[in-house]
């Protein structure tokens, strides 16, 4: 399948042409193809977004464009910038098109940039090089560029090393380095992946008034139905390697023709918080915890930091309460203090002040006799599927581990335990003798479900379990987890900074900022009549994977931001 | 207080701290070695009473702790009493000695940078192709002869067979040129290897990628940003080998009788010069605390991480 | 290869548990060392068996006899002899059982006291791990071969002491390694859940940690055996390691000094023995890294 040939929006002849890109890598000596016969265009101040699932192919076949694979992959077939052929170019000829007509910007703005250097002489670099300019020349032009970027003090941050920059600010930074030269082609790899929701709405508003400014096509490289909803005109979804679908923005949101792109659409979670109300702030207070509360916690505070680094206080004055079989969603930014919150619970990091009590039990100050009892009531799965196993276990031993510390069952008992846990989350007993990297992901993460509910816990507290998962997988982990909680009827402290998934697994949602709890409440009330200012900002900022809804949010954000916001 | 007066201070209370421990290690281990110097001062059939009025004259009937704050004020002066063999202070003898393994052990160092440096980065820019198996195979060479035997075969080679340069001594730039060659084909092939691996690391960061994206000419990938990445480490690892070469020296200035603090140390040994070995290990680990202490002081001028304080 | 139905990685190698053996067969260089660190170890225990003579017997009357091959060489001494008569082939072959039995034990035991001191460090941490890293700076401040002849002085130079101090001294290694992988496995995910779900310290360091630093203290310790046989041949070559009459190629080496320019073979063979031994020992080391962590090869 290849690119629809409606003009759509935008005319005039296309910047890139790609045709029958394909792309190998040498695996154990035998080449095996990740990117199949693609063909695409993008048009003159147009946004291409490229949607895919981990393993489509979606970032290769972008490096190819500019010969930036490995050393172990090449690429065949056609790649025209302004109707030249670039696929293949010799190292010098190929240097003098990466960053002078073609910019990237990558996903991880905070290893993107060399540590060495400030940020001004990387910037000038670039203007050195390709366009020859005096040093003086270069760095008035740096500092231009860091202002179009919307970075403060660009006299200052052009001194600024890396490291003394957020990871907002740096992305800010790499884009103007990849802008330097006003590049006929922008690629951007997963640029607003790394960044929390409020940083990511700012960068995408940032690249949406560049392509404009700059006379510049993007290329978005993107697994975010809701960041392409908010900034592309045309979309190419791709899966393993090959295109599915390639059509413009409104099509394939409202209309999509492959049951492929129906399947990525319908799986994406999203919010139905209508924006930001201007209701006036609902009545109800949050209700004191109840006196049956299963969790409680009051004024709870938690210092973080091993005793190698400086410690701090990552959890502040935090009242809240989980009651029997509820699930409370704790949504919060990176550095909000909710995974802290979540390590305390099951006894990982000590109470430092205030009172946690789960089940009866007081963790301020509790002896391990009494926190080892505990823990055969309370468990936890973490984020990362890749860590949360024993690399050197077998499947079945790692779910048996918690009977087995427990001494609740052996022998054939254990093994009929486990059978039992691996049929619970839909896992074939093929997987008992595998050892964790011979799983995916969404497997591995069910297994780690399997151990936490092993013990028939009254409370599982989950950090992020799905948010390293493609969104097909996750919504399967979600099911999962949904059925096992309807089922076993556990409490559940859920933790996310995704508020759509929150939105739809919790009962009660809870906010957290900079380690205190902003504002909480029932689900749909704290979505639909948000309080505070903050809860507001991040519902706005949260993109949704339609492109009407998501314009009217970007309408909403800025009167928001314009309103002025205490931070 | 600033981050850098505050780094520079955490790294000077470390080599005090360093120090004391080295010097306790020193008294505790002369104090196991019998450390009496009695054997050697008295005649073996020298009467309990003599020994004991010795015993006393020298302090050696003291609590242990009195003894350690004796030796410890004093070495504080540079008084490591004086050398049993040779009737003078011992910190003296050492430190006339110490210029010549000096030379010595910073000759063979930059030797070795100078052969390493270029040969770890050619490894690392060619992994797995010829250059790097041939490096490798020299790295692996270097590792693995002993020293000592290679300062043999130099002399047989190049003094005996072929009088080039002398057998031994300290008498002209000549004599110099074995010895350091010596000394530094360790220190060759592991820095070489070090500098190898920390490029490779350096050459997987993202932000040589980036530079790579902004068209930066592979030169300058290579040397701007990755080699100035890759030094950081290396400027560590200089630190420590340099331990290692003051080491190598007490061998190799036995093979070629060279006048070093190395020699010395054997001889005190041998003449059971107990104050004079004192005084050489003492002194040759204060050399290592200071060298090793510049180097800490000298990575503020290559990271701008420690140099500065971060964004959070 | 097994096909998995969410989100296949994109170049994933596929999961082929490729036989140890057969890697070694496809890489030359770690062939060759375990081939010849093979051969040493089975002329070490066969000394006794296949040495010509004994290494300690003295035979005035066949001083300094040149190799068999030469003018004035006898056929009974193939190496030929040295000052003492010595056959040089003998102690040669006996010298192996001397410095493979010091460098194993020495790194055991520094293997031993380095993985426990870094358990310790990485996992109790505080105070604890702060003194350990001051005690290793100590440590490393002073050149370990100064102080080992120090040492080997004070307490009498023996094989015993050789291993004590070559044992006591290279733990700064493992304990750093040992610490460093605790500290970073402490922090994975797997070990939370392992503390979480009730594991005590117990479990969790023999169950979760130390199965994980296997490979790693394996592939440093294999290359320290070389640097301890190493050590141990130049403090006997200083005279202070193993002492004659029992052979070792230190102090051969160390004889062999004196006759460098009259009798070479004194020097040579003790020699090469001792560095393909050495070289043997690096060359499995480096194959032990190829295989357990391809990042560096």
């Not at chain 1, 490995?70 to 190292?91: M, Q, Y």
């Not at chain 1, 392509?211 to 139905?225: F, G, N, Q, T, V």
């Not at chain 1, 009254?458 to 390293?468: G, Q, R, W």
């Not at chain 2, 043999?152 to 057998?167: A, E, G, R």
Request: aromatic share 6%.
């Amino acid at each position: 399948m290849t690119t629809s040939n409606t003009p759509l929006g935008s005319a005039g002849e296309p910047v890139l042409s790609v045709r029958g890109l394909s792309v190998d890598f040498l695996v154990n000596g035998e080449w095996s193809t990740v990117v199949h016969d693609l063909s695409y265009e993008v048009r003159p101040h147009e946004v291409l977004a490229i949607v895919g699932e981990s393993g489509s192919g979606k970032t290769q076949s972008s490096m190819a464009l500019i010969g930036l694979l490995p050393p172990s992959g090449r690429a065949t077939g056609s790649v025209k910038l302004d109707g030249t052929e670039i696929l293949g170019l010799p190292g010098k000829r190929m240097s003098g098109i990466r960053g002078r007509q073609v910019g990237v910007v990558f996903q991880e703005p905070m290893t993107a940039m060399n540590p060495v250097y400030t940020i001004g002489f990387q910037i000038c670099e670039v203007l050195r090089f390709h366009l020859g300019m005096s040093k003086r020349q270069a760095r008035a032009r740096a500092i231009e560029l860091l202002r179009l970027v919307d970075l403060p003090d660009p006299e200052l941050t052009v001194r600024k090393y890396p490291h003394q920059l957020s990871g907002g600010q740096l992305q800010r930074a790499v884009i103007a380095q990849a802008i330097a030269c006003e590049p006929r082609l922008l690629i951007a790899d997963e640029p607003t992946t790394a960044l929390d929701v409020t940083v990511q709405a700012g960068i995408l508003d940032l690249l949406r008034s560049l392509k404009d400014r700059i006379a510049s096509s993007i290329i978005l490289i993107s697994h975010d139905l809701g960041v392409v909803a908010d900034i592309a005109d045309r979309v190419l979804v791709m899966k393993a390697g090959r295109v599915v679908e390639s059509e413009s923005s409104e099509q394939i949101f409202y209309r999509p023709a492959q049951p492929y792109t129906k399947e990525l659409i319908a799986a994406v979670p999203t919010l139905t918080a209508t924006a930001v109300s201007e209701t006036p702030p609902a009545e109800v207070a949050e209700e004191a915890a109840p006196t049956d509360a299963l969790v409680s916690a009051r004024r709870l505070a938690i210092d973080y930091g091993t005793d190698r680094g400086p410690r701090f206080r990552a959890v502040d004055g935090v009242d809240f309460h989980i009651g029997r079989g509820e699930v409370l969603g704790l949504v919060g930014e990176s550095g909000s203090g909710k995974s802290t919150i979540g390590q305390a619970a099951v006894g990982l990091v000590p109470v430092a002040d205030g009172s946690l009590v789960i089940d009866g039990v007081e963790l301020a100050g509790i002896r391990s006799a009494d926190l080892k009892a505990l823990r055969r009531r309370v468990s936890i799965v973490f984020q990362d599927p890749g860590s949360s196993l024993d690399p050197r276990m077998q499947i079945a031993d790692s779910i048996a581990e918690p009977l087995v510390l427990h001494r609740l069952a052996k022998g054939k008992e254990l093994a009929k335990r486990v059978n039992d846990l691996l049929d619970q989350v839909h896992l074939p007993r093929t997987m008992l003798a595998r050892f964790p990297h011979e799983l995916s992901g969404g497997q591995r993460q069910r297994v780690g479900i399997a151990r936490a509910i092993a013990l028939e816990p009254v409370l599982l507290v989950a950090d992020e379990p799905t948010s390293a998962l493609d969104v097909s997988v996750q919504a399967k982990v979600l099911e999962v987890f949904e059925e096992l909680q309807r089922q076993h009827g556990f409490a559940c402290l859920f933790i996310s900074h995704d508020l759509a998934v929150v939105e739809r697994l919790a009962n009660r949602i809870a906010v957290m900022r900079r380690g205190s709890l902003v504002e909480a409440g029932p689900t749909r009330h704290l979505l639909d009549h948000p309080r505070h200012q903050y809860t507001r900002e991040l519902l706005a900022a949260v993109p949704v994977a339609d492109p009407h809804e998501q314009r009217t949010r970007r309408e909403t954000r800025r009167l928001l931001s314009a309103r002025g916001t205490p931070s | 207080m600033p981050p850098m007066a505050r780094y520079i201070l955490r790294r000077l209370g470390h080599a005090v701290l360093v120090v004391f421990g080295v010097s306790i290690i020193v008294f505790l281990v002369m104090h196991l070695a019998g450390g009496s110097p009695l054997s050697v001062l008295l005649p073996p059939e020298a009467s309990e009473a003599e020994r004991r009025q010795y015993e006393a004259l020298l302090g050696l009937d003291q609590p242990l702790y009195v003894q350690y704050w004796d030796f410890a004020s004093q070495a504080v002066r540079g008084d490591f009493g004086q050398s049993i063999w040779y009737g003078r202070p011992a910190a003296g003898l050492v430190l006339e000695r110490l210029q010549a393994t000096a030379e010595l052990a910073v000759s063979g160092l930059g030797l070795a940078v100078l052969v390493a440096l270029p040969l770890g980065v050619l490894a690392a820019v060619y992994r797995n192709r010829t250059v790097d198996h041939a490096i490798g195979i020299f790295v692996v060479l270097g590792q693995s002869v002993p020293i000592f035997w290679l300062g043999m075969l130099l002399v047989l080679q190049f003094s005996v067979n072929w009088p080039l340069f002398p057998t031994s001594g300290r008498d002209s730039a000549l004599s110099f040129v074995l010895p350091a060659l010596t000394l530094a084909v360790y220190s060759m092939a592991r820095l070489t290897r070090l500098t190898r691996a920390g490029m490779l690391e350096v050459l997987n960061q993202d932000h040589l990628r980036t530079a790579r994206a902004k068209g930066m000419p592979e030169r300058v990938v290579i040397f701007r940003h990755g080699v100035r990445n890759a030094l950081i480490p290396f400027v560590t690892y200089l630190g420590l080998e340099f331990g290692g070469l003051l080491g190598g020296a007490v061998v190799v200035e036995t093979v070629f009788s060279w006048p070093g603090v190395g020699r010395l140390a054997t001889e005190a040994i041998f003449n059971r010069d107990y104050p004079l070995v004192q005084a050489v290990v003492f002194i040759v680990a204060l050399v290592f605390v200071a060298v090793n202490l510049l180097v800490d002081l000298l990575y503020p001028a290559l990271d701008p991480r420690i140099r500065l304080a971060s964004a959070s | 290869m097994d096909v998995l139905p969410e989100a296949p990685a994109l170049i994933e190698a596929p999961v082929r548990r490729v036989s140890k053996l057969r890697r070694l067969l496809r890489d030359p260089s770690g062939l060759l060392g375990v081939v010849v660190l093979g051969g040493v170890i089975f002329l070490a225990l066969l000394a006794p068996w296949i040495s010509p003579h004994d290494p300690e017997r003295q035979n005035l009357k066949a001083s300094l006899l040149p190799p068999a091959w030469l003018d004035g060489g006898d056929s009974a001494y193939l190496f030929g002899t040295d000052r003492l008569g010595h056959d040089v082939l003998s102690r040669t072959i006996w010298s192996a059982r001397t410095s493979l039995l010091i460098g194993f034990s020495a790194v055991a035991l520094a293997v031993l006291l380095g993985v426990t001191i870094g358990v310790f460090a990485g996992y109790v941490g505080g105070r604890l791990e702060d003194v350990v890293l001051r005690l290793a700076d100590i440590q490393l401040a002073i050149p370990p071969i100064l102080l080992a002849i120090v040492l080997a002085a004070a307490i009498g130079p023996s094989p015993t002491t050789i291993i004590l101090v070559l044992g006591g001294t290279g733990w700064v290694v493992y304990a750093r390694i040992t610490r460093g992988d605790v500290l970073s496995l402490r922090d994975r995910s797997f070990v939370k859940a392992a503390v979480s779900l009730g594991a005590g310290h117990g479990r969790v360091v023999f169950r979760h940690i130390l199965p994980h630093l296997v490979s790693p203290i394996l592939i440093v310790a294999t290359i320290e055996i070389s640097l301890a046989i190493l050590a141990e041949s130049s403090l006997s070559f200083l005279g202070l390691g193993i002492q004659p009459p029992t052979p070792s190629w230190g102090s051969m080496l160390g004889d062999g000094r004196d006759y460098l320019a009259s009798a070479w073979w004194l020097s040579v063979f003790p020699g090469i023995a001792l560095m393909l031994t050495v070289l043997s020992v690096n060359l499995v080391g480096n194959w032990l890294r190829d295989v357990y962590d391809p990042r560096l090869s």
